[in-house]
């Protein structure tokens, strides 16, 4: 009875609906069901399964950052222009994408929080200066080739695996980056992100720089922009289109994840499990032969539906009342927090 309420819960619908897409999938497409194939399919979700990761720490906090997509487009133009044919060039480069991402979170966080500017307006204003800058250096077409060594990232592997035949690198960084942030949603940092987004007044008057832990939060959603701009040049190209449109597939992602919209309340392995839902949609209505040119009109109604279900399942557990004590431990070192002044409702996973 437990298991079945949380599969019909805003955090565990998620997991339910991969599943039911999934099986839909193989029986239109059987070879789908194939180890090759499902580790591929990984492989091409695995760069969103990233942005919503990183999306999803922002939204957690209460905010929004638009920036993504174009922050990918920016780094994939820089990767594929400044690595060119030198092999030498590409730890280099790496950090240089690094650092440009890193100033990126901390433009958007800074501006967003300390003067108080709506994080949508800071992000959108971002995203059109990160394009317009690509255009202006590309012309709008497709320029620079990276060596091999960097497009192996995305899109090379173990091979010769038994039964899987190929584990994609892209893969272990899906795994590896998944598990950084589920450690970091277990450190005073991530309990701190779910408390500013419940209720950023409290976090103020318990004593944490609530300004310094949402600009954290943009620097990883940035930083996760760039891990997929890496993944992405090795098999997607160089090309100023590549990246545009992943905010909003991320932000889809999160909310299917049932991710609360305006912070407080999400579970970052089902934000990621909302990108694989995503995809395995996208390509069951491909299979199906609906039209790609609806998939923007999917992802909005997705928005809407997701937003409107974890609005009336979470009124209706206000209704019922505080189902728990905190469990949440909102102490920082180097920010000492009084936890009888946080919102006993505050819950991240």
Known sequence: MNTLRTLVSPRGAVFLLLVILLVAVMILNPSFAEPG??????????????????????????????????????????????????????????????VFGVVVGLVNGVITTLLKVPSFIVTLGMMLALLGGVMWWTGGAATGNPADSFREIGRGGIRDVPVLEFIPWAVFILIGWLALGIWITKRPLGKLLIAVGDNSTAVDFAGARSAWVTTRAFVISSLSATLSAVLLVGYAGVHPSVGRGYEFVAITAVVLGGVVLGGGRGWIVAAAAG??????????????????????????????????Y???????RRRRGPQSSPDVPLTETSEPVTTSTIHTETRGD
């Open 310 to 316: 974890s609005a009336v399942a979470f009124r209706a």
């Open 275 to 308: 990108a694989f839902a995503l995809e395995a949609l996208f390509m069951l209505l491909n299979i199906a032969g609906v039209p790609s040119t609806l998939r923007d009109a999917v992802q909005g109604v997705i928005i809407i539906a997701a937003v409107a």
């Open 37 to 98: 194939q499902f580790m591929r399919f990984i492989q091409r979700v695995a760069p969103i399964a990233i942005v919503a990761i990183g999306q999803y720490f922002v939204i957690i906090a209460g905010e929004f950052d638009l920036s993504q997509g174009s922050l990918i487009t920016a780094q994939v133009i820089v990767a594929g222009n400044l690595v060119g044919q030198d092999d030498s060039r590409t730890v280099p480069v790496l950090l240089l994408m690094i």
